[in-house]
């Protein structure tokens, strides 16, 4: 048993790095994150993670690439290219050999032979690399359990107790197997032992399934430790499913890890409530005696769960063996991954001085990953990373920067010197529940942040001013406002320079093409001069911009849509004022970004087209749409987090937003009823000119999109229905 150490006596606390590398078998499919994000053919990604000064990288040997169809048949070309560059780098891999898999096609994690041939492929992996020293040659097997045996959400999709028992029985005594192969050749090879770990907390009444659920939850180390003997809680249990002979190998010849690899969510920590009257519907779930509501602690305790802290204190507590945080990821809006990064690594820091032996914190999905929004149960959404890899290259985001400044205590970007969202208030959507006095435990001490310069935001009397000021308020992004009242004759200088801010948004001249239509020529004017006048202050100081702009400068051309590149072809009053202002802009040397968008729409706005057809669908009328047109709706709150997320990121250039491929104003049209559950049969589909302001459809080499249409118009439509019940209840 380790006894407490001084942080002095440690060694230094290292950053590793991690490409999310799942291979994932969902049925007869098969899903490798490697293919996905691109990162199996750029060579090149390996400099990009050495530049970021990644000591070690958490990398993929994985059984079903390089031995897919039997056990004697390897291909080797591609690892032996790239774990060779990561060395030759100064990069050191802790080799993956099982990255939420069950393996190859010929074996599963029900296999009874399954511990013995993954032993097998990990002697093939140590003779052909054995300078290799760190491993991981099963991840999360305690997840992987769950999800393949237990949940049935992967391969081979088994929904019992005994097959989850008997999931995890096999991946740990194939860790144990692999670990005995791979000393045979390279004797000092460290295991790296993840898994997720968080705690369970519950009402009352489901004391017994959060105590069970606290217990099974360290069951793969325990079982690493040979732990699990006669006595043990789980002994009786697991032994039951035939299993106890295993138990009792494991135990007789333990692996226990040299790291213990901790990978905390903020979903992790879990509270389960009897009361499901409390909770939505999808949060209901079961077990063999009583119905109950599942949700993320985070969202209804208080004070906050134990977190990242408390999980770490309880592995040292229990186990009193190196730890590394083996996977920091937060799937949100780019501030709040920022000071998630930097809580992790404060926390690591601050658990250090206390004693616990914390060697590592890992950037976790470097490249971003792929549908886990579904569980990898099918297409799903790409998460950036530490870079966007949705383009033509991979693209830093504002996560590189503030992983590469971590160990020199870098100042850290503007917007993440906030509290996250999980520190705020507003972390609550339920009725609070108090967390009970057992559980308090005093936080880390973390280091203060220095106060954060404002984002400056001119012009917020318009929708998207509007949709600005609410989505800083809500993601805490300090921001100021300011109204031309503000700045006589367009002078920008004095509030600049009293406000300091890190960044200038201007929300002017975005607007419904008819009001602008309406100005004279004079007004038009001031417009585009007092758009110019900002950008020009501003870089005169140093300070990026961003400005909105639109489909409009393109005209109405229609043959194909319109790229960043794309010449500009404006055809009306508001499409020449926003060229106008988009080439004095980016003809300045600073950092200047300009979002361009299609038709918005928003439960806010009486205008547009989306507005449009609900008004008209709503009161029977139909509606007459172009079947042969091209338009690209964009849902103003998706562009104004895009935009900001570009903005954080330090992106410049143009950039075009869109949910997608174009769509005919009858294909929305229809959309928008379904959204709505409204009768799609009001469309009254004609060819050419429907009576709508024709607009070229924009596409994007860029890669970043809003999401999926059908998702943002069911929030449309949501919005929309509770504006109009809050009309009629103000009218009653």
């Given at each position: 048993?380790?006894?407490?150490?001084?942080?002095s006596?440690?060694?230094?606390l290292?950053?590793?790095?991690?490409?999310?590398?799942t291979?994932?078998?969902?049925?007869?499919?098969?899903?490798?994150?490697?293919?996905?994000?691109?990162?199996?053919?750029?060579?090149?990604d390996?400099?990009?993670f050495?530049?970021?000064?990644?000591?070690a990288?958490?990398?993929?040997?994985?059984?079903?690439?390089?031995?897919p169809?039997?056990?004697?048949?390897?291909?080797?070309?591609?690892?032996?290219r790239?774990?060779?560059?990561?060395?030759?780098l100064?990069i050191?891999?802790?080799?993956?050999?099982l990255?939420?898999?069950?393996?190859?096609?010929?074996?599963?994690?029900?296999?009874?032979?399954?511990?013995?041939?993954?032993?097998?492929?990990?002697?093939?992996?140590a003779?052909?690399?054995?300078?290799?020293?760190?491993?991981?040659?099963?991840?999360?097997?305690?997840?992987?359990?769950?999800?393949?045996?237990?949940y049935?959400?992967?391969?081979?999709?088994?929904?019992?107790?005994?097959?989850?028992?008997?999931?995890?029985v096999?991946?740990?005594?194939?860790?144990?197997?692999?670990?005995?192969?791979?000393r045979?050749?390279?004797?000092?090879?460290?295991?790296?032992?993840?898994?997720?770990?968080?705690?369970?907390?519950?009402?009352?009444?489901?004391?017994?399934?959060?105590?069970?659920?606290?217990?099974?939850r360290?069951?793969?180390?325990?079982?690493?430790?040979?732990?699990?003997v006669?006595?043990?809680?789980l002994?009786?249990?697991?032994?039951?499913?035939?299993?106890?002979a295993?138990?009792?190998?494991?135990?007789?010849?333990?692996?226990?890890?040299?790291v213990?690899?901790?990978?905390h969510?903020?979903?992790?920590?879990?509270?389960?409530?009897?009361?499901?009257q409390?909770?939505?519907a999808?949060?209901?779930?079961?077990?063999?005696?009583?119905?109950?509501?599942?949700?993320?602690?985070?969202?209804?305790?208080e004070?906050?769960?134990?977190?990242?802290?408390?999980a770490?204190?309880?592995?040292?507590?229990?186990?009193?063996?190196?730890?590394?945080?083996t996977?920091?990821?937060?799937?949100?809006?780019r501030?709040?991954?920022?000071?998630?990064?930097?809580e992790a690594?404060?926390?690591?820091?601050?658990?250090?001085?206390?004693g616990?032996?914390?060697?590592?914190v890992?950037?976790?999905?470097?490249?971003?990953?792929?549908?886990?929004?579904?569980?990898?149960?099918?297409?799903?959404?790409?998460?950036?990373?530490?870079f966007?890899?949705?383009g033509?290259?991979?693209?830093?985001?504002?996560?590189?920067?503030?992983?590469?400044?971590?160990?020199?205590?870098?100042?850290?970007?503007?917007?993440?010197?906030?509290?996250g969202w999980?520190?705020?208030?507003?972390?609550?959507?339920?009725?609070?529940?108090?967390?009970?006095?057992?559980?308090?435990?005093?936080?880390?001490?973390?280091?203060?942040?220095?106060?954060a310069p404002?984002?400056?935001?001119?012009?917020?009397?318009?929708?998207?001013?509007?949709?600005?000021a609410?989505h800083?308020?809500?993601?805490?992004i300090?921001?100021v406002?300011?109204?031309?009242?503000?700045?006589?004759?367009?002078?920008?200088?004095?509030?600049l320079?009293r406000?300091?801010?890190?960044?200038?948004?201007?929300?002017t001249?975005?607007?419904?093409?008819e009001?602008?239509e309406?100005?004279?020529?004079?007004?038009r004017?001031l417009?585009?001069?007092?758009?110019?006048?900002?950008?020009?202050?501003?870089?005169?100081?140093g300070?990026?911009?961003?400005r909105?702009?639109?489909?409009?400068?393109?005209?109405?051309?229609?043959?194909?849509?319109?790229?960043?590149?794309?010449?500009?072809?404006?055809?009306?009053?508001?499409?020449?004022?926003?060229?106008?202002?988009?080439r004095?802009?980016?003809?300045l040397?600073g950092?200047?970004?300009?979002?361009?968008?299609?038709?918005?729409?928003?439960?806010?706005?009486?205008?547009?087209?989306?507005?449009?057809?609900?008004?008209?669908?709503?009161?029977?009328?139909?509606?007459?749409?172009?079947?042969?047109?091209?338009?690209?709706?964009?849902?103003?709150?998706?562009?104004?987090?895009?935009?900001?997320?570009?903005?954080?990121?330090?992106?410049?250039?143009?950039?075009h937003?869109?949910?997608?491929?174009?769509?005919?104003t009858?294909?929305?049209?229809?959309a928008?009823?379904?959204?709505?559950?409204l009768?799609?049969?009001?469309?009254e589909?004609?060819?050419?000119?429907a009576?709508?302001?024709?607009?070229?459809?924009?596409g994007?080499a860029k890669?970043?999109?809003?999401?999926?249409?059908?998702?943002?118009l069911?929030?449309?439509?949501?919005?929309?229905?509770?504006r109009?019940?809050?009309?009629?209840?103000?009218?009653?």
């Amino acid at each position: 048993m380790r006894e407490m150490i001084q942080a002095s006596d440690m060694p230094e606390l290292e950053m590793w790095g991690g490409a999310e590398c799942t291979v994932a078998r969902v049925g007869d499919r098969w899903g490798d994150q490697s293919h996905l994000s691109g990162h199996h053919d750029r060579d090149c990604d390996l400099q990009r993670f050495a530049d970021l000064g990644f000591q070690a990288m958490r990398y993929p040997v994985l059984w079903e690439r390089i031995s897919p169809e039997r056990p004697d048949l390897c291909d080797w070309t591609w690892t032996d290219r790239r774990l060779g560059a990561l060395r030759d780098l100064g990069i050191r891999p802790i080799a993956g050999l099982l990255h939420h898999g069950s393996g190859p096609h010929h074996t599963s994690l029900l296999d009874p032979d399954f511990a013995a041939k993954l032993g097998d492929y990990a002697g093939r992996v140590a003779e052909r690399y054995p300078w290799i020293a760190d491993y991981t040659p099963v991840n999360e097997p305690l997840t992987t359990a769950r999800f393949s045996a237990l949940y049935g959400h992967w391969y081979p999709h088994h929904r019992d107790e005994g097959s989850f028992w008997t999931a995890l029985v096999n991946q740990v005594d194939g860790v144990a197997h692999a670990m005995r192969a791979i000393r045979a050749v390279t004797p000092g090879a460290r295991l790296i032992q993840t898994d997720d770990l968080g705690r369970t907390y519950a009402t009352a009444p489901l004391f017994h399934q959060a105590g069970f659920d606290n217990l099974r939850r360290w069951a793969g180390w325990d079982l690493l430790f040979g732990r699990v003997v006669p006595g043990h809680p789980l002994w009786d249990r697991i032994a039951g499913f035939g299993l106890g002979a295993r138990l009792d190998a494991l135990a007789t010849e333990p692996c226990p890890p040299d790291v213990i690899g901790v990978n905390h969510y903020l979903t992790s920590d879990r509270f389960l409530d009897h009361r499901l009257q409390r909770y939505p519907a999808h949060t209901h779930g079961a077990n063999f005696e009583q119905r109950y509501a599942d949700v993320e602690a985070v969202r209804v305790l208080e004070p906050a769960p134990g977190g990242l802290a408390g999980a770490l204190r309880e592995a040292w507590e229990r186990y009193r063996t190196p730890l590394a945080v083996t996977e920091v990821h937060l799937g949100c809006t780019r501030e709040e991954q920022l000071r998630w990064v930097g809580e992790a690594w404060d926390t690591a820091r601050a658990l250090r001085t206390e004693g616990v032996d914390l060697r590592a914190v890992t950037s976790w999905a470097v490249l971003g990953s792929c549908g886990w929004n579904t569980l990898l149960t099918s297409d799903g959404l790409y998460e950036p990373g530490l870079f966007d890899v949705s383009g033509a290259a991979p693209r830093p985001t504002a996560l590189a920067d503030a992983w590469r400044g971590l160990p020199d205590d870098a100042e850290r970007h503007p917007v993440a010197r906030a509290p996250g969202w999980w520190r705020r208030p507003t972390r609550l959507l339920y009725p609070p529940v108090r967390r009970p006095a057992r559980f308090e435990r005093s936080a880390p001490v973390l280091p203060s942040i220095a106060a954060a310069p404002p984002l400056l935001i001119y012009g917020a009397g318009g929708t998207l001013g509007q949709a600005l000021a609410r989505h800083c308020d809500a993601r805490a992004i300090g921001h100021v406002v300011i109204e031309r009242s503000a700045t006589p004759g367009g002078e920008f200088g004095a509030a600049l320079d009293r406000h300091r801010p890190w960044a200038v948004i201007d929300a002017t001249g975005w607007t419904e093409p008819e009001k602008f239509e309406d100005r004279t020529a004079t007004r038009r004017g001031l417009v585009v001069h007092d758009a110019a006048a900002l950008a020009r202050a501003a870089d005169e100081r140093g300070i990026p911009t961003l400005r909105f702009s639109s489909d409009l400068v393109f005209g109405a051309t229609a043959d194909r849509p319109r790229l960043e590149n794309d010449p500009t072809m404006p055809d009306d009053a508001i499409g020449h004022a926003l060229d106008a202002v988009e080439r004095i802009v980016r003809a300045l040397p600073g950092r200047h970004l300009i979002v361009r968008t299609g038709e918005p729409f928003d439960p806010g706005m009486d205008t547009g087209l989306a507005a449009d057809i609900a008004r008209a669908l709503g009161a029977g009328r139909p509606f007459v749409a172009a079947g042969d047109d091209q338009v690209t709706p964009g849902f103003v709150p998706r562009i104004v987090d895009a935009a900001l997320d570009l903005l954080i990121d330090g992106a410049d250039g143009v950039w075009h937003l869109t949910h997608g491929e174009p769509l005919s104003t009858a294909a929305l049209a229809r959309a928008v009823a379904r959204a709505c559950g409204l009768d799609p049969a009001l469309v009254e589909v004609v060819a050419g000119d429907a009576g709508q302001r024709p607009r070229a459809a924009l596409g994007t080499a860029k890669g970043l999109t809003l999401g999926a249409i059908e998702d943002a118009l069911g929030h449309f439509a949501w919005g929309r229905t509770r504006r109009i019940e809050a009309g009629e209840r103000r009218a009653a």
